[in-house]
Structures are given as C-alpha cells and as structure tokens.
C-alpha cells in the first residue's frame, strides 16, 4: 500500500517561486511524478524522478521547474521558478512501483495572478 499527500500549493504572482512537497509512506516505489491538471483541462505530465536520480520534464516547464528527492526517498519535491499564469493548475504527484501500478496524491492548488 503507498499513500502520497501533496502540500505547498498556494497564490504567488508572476515570476515568483514556490516549492511542492509530496510524502511518501509505503515500499516498492520505482519512480516519482508530478503531473498538474488546469481548470477545465485534462491531466498532463510534468516531471519525473527516476532511479539513480535520472529525471525528466515537460517541455512547457524545462529549466523554470526542477524534481527532486531526498536522501532517505520518502519526500519528492517540485520547485517552480518563473511560474507563470498558464502553470496554474492542482498539481498531482505519483509514483509508481516495481509492478508498474501508479499511486496518486490528493492534489494541491498552484494558482498564478497576472
């Protein structure tokens, strides 16, 4: 059984920064996600922490975010940089186990103001 709980959503204005955290309880986690859904849109894929630190992202959102995870594995964070309008959104995370299935998190709302 993995449980994921988002935090660190919030209000922030263009061009500033926030920092999302997901904590992870469980075994058997392969690889971390970050995937956000806008108002009135469908879910898309952000970013992914892989094993041995192998990461990738989104081209809407390469070199303003950055996935990471800490030491001990049990937290992913996504720190969003130059955060934009268009990036407001819940942000979900995932992971996903060595059997292929995909655990989701609550969600947490980003929203960017003009």
């Known amino acids: 059984q993995v449980q994921l709980v988002e935090s660190g959503g919030g209000l922030v204005q263009a061009g500033g920064s926030l920092r999302l955290s997901c904590t992870v309880s469980g075994s058997g986690v392969r690889a971390m996600e970050w995937y956000r859904q806008p108002p009135e849109n469908q879910r898309e894929w952000v970013a992914t922490?892989?094993?041995?630190?192998?990461?990738d992202y989104a081209e809407s959102v390469k070199g303003r975010f950055t996935i990471s995870r800490d030491n001990a594995e049990n937290t992913v964070f996504l720190q969003m940089n130059t955060l934009k309008p268009e990036d407001t959104a819940v942000y979900y995370c995932?992971?996903?186990?060595?059997?292929?299935?995909?655990?989701w998190g609550q969600g947490t709302q980003v929203t960017v103001s003009s």
């Open positions: 995932a992971a996903v186990n060595y059997r292929g299935a995909t655990y």
């Open positions: 922490y892989a094993t041995g630190g192998m990461t």
